[in-house]
C-alpha cells in the first residue's frame, strides 16, 4: 500500500490505523499546500489535491473515512469492528461519520480564521461561532464516553476519526474544562505508541 | 423503526434509503430549528439537537452516513453495498463519506449565509469561497460518474450520502453548466419514486 500524506493533515489518521494493525506501506510524503499536490498526476489519484489518498493494488481510494472502513474491511480481520448484532456496532458507525459531520466543519474554519487568512481579512464572528460549536460538538462526545474509555466500549475503527478529531481539537486549544471526559480520552489516545508514530510522520 | 426527521434536512437521506428498501418506519417529524429539538427528552436521543436519529429497539443512533450502513447492513440483505472485493466496494466507501467531508461544509455556509444570518450579518467573501469550493467539490463528483450512471457503478448506499449533497446543490443555485455527469445524475435521482416522497415528507 502507498499512502500520500502530509503532516498534521487528516492523513495522519491513517498513518495510525496502519500503525495500529501493524501494517506495511509505503509513505508518500507532502508538505501541506504544496505545489506537487496540484499537478495533474496527483489530481488523477485525488481530485481535490487533498491528503490522504491510499493505493492498494488497483484501489485508489480518498476520505479519510472511507479509508479506515476500506483497510478494516480488507486487512483488519475482524479487529476493531464491533459484531454486526451488537449494540457497540451502532456506536462504532456513529462516531466513524461523527467527526466530519459534526467536529471538522469547525476546525477547519478555525484554522482559516486563525491560520490561513491574512490578519486583515480574518473574521472574529466566523471564528466564535466555530468556536462555540465546536465545544457544543464535543459535548457529545463527552456524553458518549460516559461509562467507556472509547467510544465504541473497546477501542475501534472509530478513534481514528472522531478520537483524532477531539486530539487535533485539544491542540486548537478547544476548552475542555468542563469535557473530563473527552479530556482523559484524548489523553489516553496520545499515550498510544501508534498515535505517536503518526503524529511524527 | 422510528424517525426523526424535519422536511429539507439530511433526515431526508433515511427516509429516502427506508423507501427504497422498502421498510416499515415511524415517521417523527419537526420543523427544522423548532424548539422540541431542543428539549431534554430529544437531546437524550440525540445531544447536538439535529436530524436524524434512528431508534430501532435498543439502538439509537443519529449521523446521516451512519445511519446509512446500519441500516443496510442490519436490513439491506446485500442489497446497495458492492461486494467486500470488488473495485465499486472502495467508490461506495469513497462516496459514502464525500458528502460530509467536503460537499456539505460548503452548503452549510451557502445557506448560512444565504438564509439563516440576517441580512446585515451576512458576509460576502464566506459566502464566495464557498460557493467556489462547491464547484471544485461537485468537480470531482464529475469526474467519478465518468462512464458511470451512479457513483459506484450500480445504484448503492453512496447515493444518500453524495447524491443526496448534489441534489441539494443543485437547488440552492449550485452552477451545474460544466459538469454535465453531475447534472444527469441529478435528474437521475429525482426521477425515482422513493427520492419524490423522501422529498415530499
Given at each position: 500500500m502507498k499512502l500520500f500524506h502530509a503532516p498534521n493533515s487528516r492523513s495522519m489518521r491513517i498513518v495510525w490505523l496502519l500503525e495500529e494493525?501493524?501494517?506495511e506501506y509505503e509513505l508518500i510524503?507532502?508538505?501541506?499546500?504544496?505545489k506537487a499536490m496540484r499537478e495533474p498526476q496527483y489530481l488523477k489519484l485525488n481530485p481535490m489535491g487533498r491528503v490522504p489518498t491510499l493505493q492498494d493494488g488497483d484501489v485508489t481510494i480518498f476520505e479519510s473515512g472511507a479509508i479506515v472502513e476500506y483497510?478494516?474491511?480488507?486487512y483488519g480481520g475482524g479487529?476493531?469492528?464491533p459484531e454486526r448484532?451488537?449494540?457497540?456496532?451502532?456506536d462504532y458507525l456513529q462516531?466513524?461519520?461523527?467527526?466530519e459531520g459534526m467536529i471538522m466543519p469547525q476546525v477547519n474554519i478555525i484554522i482559516v480564521e486563525t491560520l490561513f487568512l491574512p490578519e486583515e481579512k480574518r473574521n472574529p464572528t466566523n471564528l466564535a461561532r466555530a468556536q462555540k460549536l465546536l465545544n457544543k460538538s464535543l459535548q457529545a462526545v463527552e456524553t458518549g464516553?460516559?461509562?467507556r474509555d472509547y467510544v465504541a466500549g473497546e477501542f475501534s475503527g472509530a478513534e481514528f476519526m472522531t478520537g483524532h478529531a477531539c486530539v487535533v481539537a485539544e491542540r486548537l486549544g478547544a476548552d475542555l474544562s468542563d469535557l473530563p471526559n473527552v479530556?482523559?480520552?484524548?489523553e489516553r489516545l496520545k499515550a498510544r505508541p501508534a498515535l505517536q508514530k503518526a503524529m511524527a510522520a
Open positions: 494493525l501493524g501494517l510524503g507532502f508538505k501541506l499546500g504544496e483497510v478494516l474491511a480488507r479487529r476493531m469492528v448484532d451488537s449494540l457497540e456496532f451502532a462516531w466513524l461519520h461523527y467527526a464516553l460516559e461509562g479530556k482523559a480520552y484524548v
